[in-house]
């Protein structure tokens, strides 16, 4: 059963590549071809992923009734999980991702796998794909992160002149101590912010050598 839900899967990626080249109706007026045909591609290939994850549902399913575990089941389960969360330009470009890796054929007729026994290949290289997307996921935090630690430094530099400047114009013990537990809770939120990009930067150098080692 898992074959036949495999194959079918297979079937719908093979199909993919049409959708992406589909054409505008002939009806369209000119001036609307390009928007249009825009709408069209997106729906058409929105609603070919969504059949794919359905499909990969199914064989998920069907893995976890019969009690089977391993890396296959694993590299399916995150490229399922990773369909949830593709935005519009990602959509786009998975899909090419798996016309390059000839998981998508423009042939219908043609086997995107070819035999069966080619199963291992396909999730290799569905593997290869969602670590690739799950790489640009982590430069993206990396950017937020870095963003909020810049702008955290700058915030805590400019604090530290001004209250260096009323400290030395106060005499005040009970102001300079205030002054000491605000400087010590920046310290403590900028480490966090260096803490969060050092985990990611770990994260990032983990992932590029499974790309590497063609995980």
């Known amino acids: 059963m898992t074959k036949k839900y495999l194959h079918t899967?297979?079937?719908?990626?093979?199909?993919?590549p049409a959708l992406v080249e589909a054409a505008t109706p002939v009806s369209v007026p000119q001036t609307r071809n390009g928007l249009?045909?825009?709408?069209?591609?997106?729906?058409?290939?929105?609603?070919?992923?969504?059949?794919?994850?359905?499909?990969?549902?199914?064989?998920?399913?069907?893995?976890?009734?019969?009690?089977?575990?391993?890396d296959d089941v694993d590299t399916l389960k995150r490229?399922?999980?990773?369909?949830?969360?593709?935005?519009?330009?990602?959509?786009?470009?998975?899909?090419?991702?798996?016309?390059?890796?000839?998981?998508?054929?423009?042939d219908n007729n043609q086997n995107a796998f070819g035999a069966f026994a080619g199963q291992k290949q396909v999730?290799?290289?569905?593997?290869?794909?969602y670590l690739e997307w799950q790489r640009q996921q982590i430069f993206r935090e990396l950017s937020s992160r870095f963003n909020r630690l810049a702008g955290t430094q700058r915030s805590n530099m400019q604090r530290t002149v001004d209250m260096y400047k009323k400290m030395a114009a106060s005499s005040s013990y009970r102001y300079r101590d205030e002054s000491k537990i605000d400087l010590r809770i920046q310290e403590l939120d900028q480490a966090g912010i260096n803490d969060e990009a050092s985990t990611l930067i770990q994260k990032l150098e983990d992932l590029n050598e499974k790309l590497d080692a063609g995980v």
């Open 123 to 129: 999730t290799v290289q569905l593997e290869q794909i």
């Open 9 to 16: 899967l297979l079937a719908t990626l093979v199909a993919l």
């Open 36 to 70: 249009i045909r825009q709408e069209v591609q997106q729906g058409n290939i929105g609603a070919s992923l969504g059949r794919v994850a359905r499909q990969l549902d199914a064989v998920i399913e069907e893995y976890d009734r019969n009690g089977l575990e391993g």
């Open 79 to 106: 490229f399922r999980g990773m369909l949830n969360n593709l935005t519009r330009s990602e959509v786009t470009k998975i899909v090419k991702q798996l016309e390059q890796a000839r998981l998508l054929k423009t």
